[in-house]
């Protein structure tokens, strides 16, 4: 897959079968709608094109709504994309101007002379252009014109993107691990770089990792304990840990923090990027009657973690 920024600069794509939209999280519905869009490119021996945004385009033209937290970050969408055997992926910088553009200019200047589409395809309900006043209807009535195709997406694999991205983020927040994996198609996952604490696990023979997010807008899984897998290219494998998500009620902590206890290692990894797999939600996060019921606790955690975690 090849991946575009400059939409001043694309090559030539032989009979470009594009698609639109944020398929943030990648998930199964999303696949279905790639899948068919596979299928129309296959039939013309054509290329497939995805065309995205970033930043989400909620974030330019609805902030006064409540924060959108992602799914996936742009890098993490690339990741998964690249696995889906996609030709293209053009990336384009969702601005106010972009959005403010005419419904018609959309058509003619962004989709027909950027990229040459044989054949779009696209949902019922797409809405483009200043005042969201282009629709689906519109791309058909210039399809003569313009001398492409327009393929309408069905309802069902629409309704399921929608109804999976909401259920989705319910479970992450959640922690429900097993929901937000069957909807996805793969273990939910994040990166995050590592910081200072205050080095209280060491005291208690749990030294961890704190991480901070890379990204501001990546959905972080509610509070509680977790089994993970750990990557990092310092460790040439995966390793298993546990990880702590929530404010540390035990040592009357106030801020969130995550915490990750690599199983088997103990090296100093300060500014260092970890990505973070979920396997399972041990439990939800408590506060003990002081440190000794805390390492009990993490003793059986542990064992838990190990158990619903494969041999690494």
Do not use: W
């Amino acid at each position: 897959m090849r991946v575009h920024y400059d939409i001043q600069h694309l090559p030539p794509f032989r009979n470009a079968v594009i698609t639109i939209g944020t398929f943030d999280g990648l998930h199964n519905g999303h696949r279905k709608i790639i899948e068919l869009m596979q299928s129309e490119a296959a039939k013309v021996n054509g290329e497939t094109v995805i065309i995205t945004f970033d930043p989400h385009p909620r974030q330019i033209v609805a902030k006064e709504r409540a924060p959108l937290f992602l799914i996936n970050t742009p890098e993490e969408k690339i990741s998964l994309l690249e696995k889906l055997n996609i030709d293209h992926l053009v990336v384009i910088p969702f601005t106010e101007a972009f959005a403010n553009q005419t419904a018609e200019a959309y058509i003619s200047d962004f989709l027909v002379n950027t990229f040459h589409p044989h054949t779009i395809i696209i949902g019922y309900d797409h809405r483009f252009g200043k005042g969201r006043s282009g629709d689906y209807k519109l791309l058909e009535e210039k399809a003569a014109e313009y001398n492409y195709e327009v393929k309408e997406i069905p309802v069902y694999m629409l309704e399921d993107v929608t109804i999976s991205s909401t259920k989705i983020r319910e479970a992450i927040l959640q922690g429900d691990v097993d929901t937000a994996r069957n909807c996805l198609g793969y273990d939910y996952f994040f990166s995050g770089i590592v910081i200072k604490g205050n080095q209280l696990g060491r005291t208690i023979g749990y030294p961890t990792a704190n991480l901070q997010i890379n990204n501001e807008n990546k959905l972080v899984p509610g509070n509680g304990v977790y089994a993970v897998i750990i990557q990092h290219s310092t460790f040439n494998i995966q390793k298993a840990g546990m990880m702590n998500i929530g404010v540390r009620p035990t040592v009357d902590g106030t801020n969130r923090v995550i915490e990750v206890n690599i199983f088997n290692f103990d090296e100093a990894i300060y500014g260092e990027t970890l990505t973070i797999t979920l396997i399972k939600h041990l439990r939800s996060e408590v506060k003990f009657n002081g440190l000794d019921a805390l390492k009990a606790q993490l003793a059986l955690d542990k064992i838990a973690a190990m158990e619903a975690l494969p041999e690494l």
